[in-house]
Nanobody, 118 residues
């Protein structure tokens, strides 16, 4: 059974930095696109950043210039470096990946809470 496991969330003050990590565990053939999404209380889940298998990145306008997504295929992992955090970044952050097990399917992690105080 494939699992995506996030870590690195926490409570920080505005202007601080956090680094989220997500690792894929289980048996699979390959990982294609990976990404981070977030969901704030009372809001829909939204895209934060994605990275393709060949390293092409895409960011939400609200995080451009502050967040950086990266991946380490040797460790089956994706990361999100978050700088200059703002209170509006407060949300549960979810890891997402297209993973080829028997056939390619989309998987979600359980999420990690990021809270940014004033």
């Amino acid at each position: 059974q494939l699992q995506l496991v996030e870590s690195g969330g926490g409570l920080v003050q505005a202007g601080a930095s956090l680094r989220l990590s997500c690792g894929a565990f289980g048996s699979f053939y390959s990982i294609n696109a990976m990404g981070w999404y977030r969901q704030a209380p009372g809001k829909q889940r939204e895209l934060v950043a994605t990275i393709s298998s060949n390293g092409i990145t895409n960011y939400a306008d609200s995080v451009k210039g502050r967040f950086t997504i990266s991946r380490d295929d040797a460790r089956f992992s994706v990361y999100l470096q978050m700088n200059s955090l703002k209170p509006e970044d407060t949300a549960v952050y979810y890891c997402n990946a297209d993973v080829e097990v028997v056939q390619t399917a989309n998987y979600w992690g359980r999420g990690t809470q990021v809270t940014v105080s004033q």
